[in-house]
């Protein structure tokens, strides 16, 4: 008989889980690993609320196995490590993001792009090696293979540089690989949710004129004066829309909602890119004409891999760019995410894991 999540590992843990689609979450007793060799054991202090932490629970994607513990923006300090661990010491602050093991042989993982490798184990509604199904943030300890800690930089606020864990990378890494960090390069960031003002952040540390992309009239000021964007395209308004056709070198669409492609293609100029890295539930509809008729591109990207999550991570503590949130205690969850459907969070939910959850 297989044993209770409870009982299947040595050391007892704490979390919020649902048990079925209607996503509710609530206290869930499980159990953690034993720190391993080349394992860090983390204490939990923040974790951040992810669109797909909703999108799991709710199963929206039709591959999430119940009990689920979501979360994926994990930062907490070290309490123990294992005797190859060589990159960290108990009392670091350190981060976990969207997976915690991969095959480390493939051409992938070789490259430092772990996050497309085929084996890869995210951090929850994942199977561990042996088998056993693995929990995530939203939780108060987590034991993770060195390989897949980042050092927390001292300077970013733990709270607030949760989200960048998973918001950041996603951002972070397409804008490094096709090449859209030109400085004074003009850059479309299409939503301006969790992931939307992240990028609009770091994309004007690299130099680039910014323009918000966005269906909601009422979020200009805050782009432009909170948020540093140059300007504001309201994506409903035909006239603008019309005004700002072949004017920019890139866009980045965040949007997780099905949405058209052809009116953000209007809007590259030849040999423009559009970078997606929102995930409907529904296919989009893909626009041939504008691509053959402009040599323009339409790519995608997952998270990245560790090395270049450190990476940005460090990049986003030189520019003190971190998210903008509103911290939740845990048992605030629930709300948390009928807000988050509704879009009404400006722009990360944080659970303040360590201050409000207890055994």
């Keep these: 008989m297989s044993k209770s999540s409870e009982e299947e590992h040595p050391q007892k843990a704490l979390g919020w889980a649902a048990r079925d689609s209607s996503g509710t979450l609530s206290p869930f007793h499980f159990s953690r690993r034993e720190n391993g060799d080349d394992d860090v054991t983390v204490k939990i202090f923040y974790c951040g609320v992810c669109h797909s932490d909703l999108h799991t629970v709710r199963n929206d994607w039709g591959f999430t196995r119940y009990p689920v513990v979501p979360g994926h923006e994990i930062v907490g300090v070290a309490t123990k490590v294992g005797n190859n661990v060589t990159k960290f010491k108990a009392s670091d602050r350190v981060g976990v993001g969207v997976m915690v093991g991969s095959c480390k042989t493939c051409e992938c993982c070789q490259q430092d792009l ?10 929850y509604n994942s199977h561990n090696p042996d088998g056993t199904i693995n929990y995530g943030g939203y939780s108060d300890m987590i ?10 930089p001292d300077n970013l606020p733990m709270d607030a540089g949760a989200p960048l864990l998973c918001a950041g990378i996603t951002v972070y890494s397409p804008m490094k690989y096709y090449g859209m960090t030109d400085a004074g390069k003009h850059l479309g960031v299409a ?4 992931l939307g003002h992240v990028a609009v952040k770091i994309a004007k540390a690299f130099g680039l004129k910014v323009t918000v992309i966005s269906s909601s009239p009422s979020k200009e000021s805050e ?25 920019m070198d890139y866009i980045i669409d965040t949007v997780s909602a099905v949405h058209p492609l052809l009116p953000l293609l209007t809007l590259l100029k030849v040999n423009g890119k559009l970078v997606t890295v929102g995930l409907p539930n ?3 509809e893909l626009p041939i004409f504008p691509l053959v ?29 971190s998210a903008d949130i509103e911290l939740i205690r845990m048992d605030n969850i629930n709300t948390a995410m009928e807000r988050l459907a509704k879009s009404d969070v400006r722009y990360r939910f944080v659970i303040d894991v360590a201050n409000s959850l207890s055994q």
């Design 114 to 123: 772990e996050n497309y490798c085929p084996r890869v184990i995210f951090t």
């Design 143 to 152: 034991v993770v293979d060195q390989r897949y800690v980042v050092r927390f």
């Design 191 to 194: 939503g301006l949710g969790g």
């Design 223 to 247: 782009a432009i004066n909170r948020l540093g964007a140059d300007s504001f395209l309201v994506s409903s308004d035909p006239s603008k829309m019309k005004s700002a056709i072949g004017t």
């Design 282 to 284: 529904k296919s989009l």
């Design 293 to 321: 008729l402009g040599r323009k591109l339409i790519g995608g990207s997952d998270a990245g891999g560790m090395k270049e999550t450190q990476e940005m991570l460090d990049f986003c503590a030189k520019h003190n760019i």
